[in-house]
């Protein structure tokens, strides 16, 4: 059976061109700083986001793991999202790669502001922990897809100078907030001291996501990477992938964003399925089943007997994301066999 696959945007697979140019791909040792592709992609990425520098990774979460040991010193406090990846994705990351303090704050839409981060800001004494780092998350994967708005990070951004606070942004899906909001790669980067990209998913590359920042932090970044495992030999192969991404990927997100509004404007029109339509910012779609009747597993189980792949996103919900494998042909399908599961 072909399914329609919308459990990520992790799932694409390379198009033909993506894999010629890994085929034709120059390689050199990475870890000797010669490999020609990998070099290429860094300085393209650094320059995108207005940074001194960027390094090449295996993946999102070491590229957030890698950026808070480099950031950070033991103990120091982390302020965070309650459901962002950081913590909620990334198995205790923070506390175990960089024994790291971490205060999550619950909020509605994934977005603290400036107030809430400066009320958590604890009192310099030798009782508490220092409170040091800020990190956020745009767009929020577990808020649907939401986009956090320039505004506000300007705002904290301010909060952070007053008090000395490093900031850290986990812009894995930060490519659908610039192509929702036609805001600048350099302007969503400029108030963040590092900032980590991804690839591998609406980017529609197989492996790799990259740390931006000033070149003396990329450089012992490239430290704790090598203290990681993410030190990679003849890489180019996969750094070619990522700069195919770039010169071809970016701008055709739009397409994924119409169809997740697609999507998710017919499952609200399914009965026993909810979804907040104002939370579809981009390609993400959170449907509650509660009214359905059906708990998430049997739902799901049954959408893979009929073709549709999705994945539980909460006691009650299911998650649904598009991406460049996915046509608006496979949405109207998808949305088909979702009505035809609920009648039966």
């Known amino acids: 059976m072909k399914y329609i696959d919308l459990r990520s945007d992790t799932v694409t697979k390379p198009s033909p061109g993506m894999r010629q140019a890994i085929a034709n791909a120059e390689v050199g040792d ?13 300085e393209k990425v650094a320059e995108l986001f207005g940074k001194e520098s960027s390094l090449f990774v ?19 406090e982390l302020l965070c999202e309650r459901e962002c990846h950081v913590v909620n994705y990334e198995t205790s990351g923070p506390a175990v ?33 220092i409170t040091k780092i800020v990190a956020l998350e745009n767009t929020h994967n577990r808020h649907g897809g939401t986009i956090y708005p320039l505004e506000e990070i ?39 001291d590092s900032i980590s990209v991804c690839l591998s998913k609406g980017m529609g590359a197989p492996v790799g996501s990259m740390i931006v920042g000033s070149r003396e932090f990329i450089i012992r970044a490239r430290r704790n990477r090598k203290l990681f495992g993410g030190a990679m030999r003849q890489v180019g192969i996969l ?30 029109q399914i009965e026993g399925f909810g979804v ?22 049997e739902m799901i189980g049954i959408l893979k007997e009929n ?38």
Request: glycine share 6%; proline share 4%; hydrophobic share 45%.
């Open 30 to 42: 990475d870890v000797f700083g010669d490999d020609p592709t990998v070099i290429r992609l860094e």
């Open 58 to 76: 295996p993946s999102g979460t070491m590229g957030n793991q890698v950026a808070l040991k480099t950031l950070s010193e033991p103990g120091w």
């Open 97 to 129: 790669h960089s024994s790291l303090m971490i205060n999550m704050l619950t909020t509605e839409r994934g977005v603290m502001t400036a107030e809430q981060i400066e009320e958590n800001i604890r009192p310099l004494n030798i009782h508490c922990p």
């Open 154 to 192: 300007l705002r904290i951004r301010k909060v952070a100078d007053k008090y000395g606070l490093l900031m850290h942004l986990d812009g894995a899906r930060i490519w659908n907030a610039h192509v929702a909001t036609g805001i600048s790669f350099k302007d969503w980067a400029a108030p963040f």
């Open 239 to 268: 750094a070619a992938a990522g700069l195919y991404a770039i010169e071809n990927n970016i701008e055709r997100l739009a397409e994924d964003h119409q169809n997740a509004r697609l999507l998710a404007e017919g499952l609200a």
């Open 276 to 297: 907040d339509l104002s939370r579809v910012q981009t390609n993400i779609v959170v449907a509650d089943i509660a009214a359905s009747g059906m708990t998430p597993d």
């Open 307 to 344: 073709g549709v792949l999705c994945v539980q996103f909460g006691r009650t919900r299911l998650r649904f994301v598009t991406h460049l494998d996915v046509t608006k042909e496979d949405c109207i399908k998808a949305l088909d066999i979702v009505s035809r599961v609920i009648k039966q």
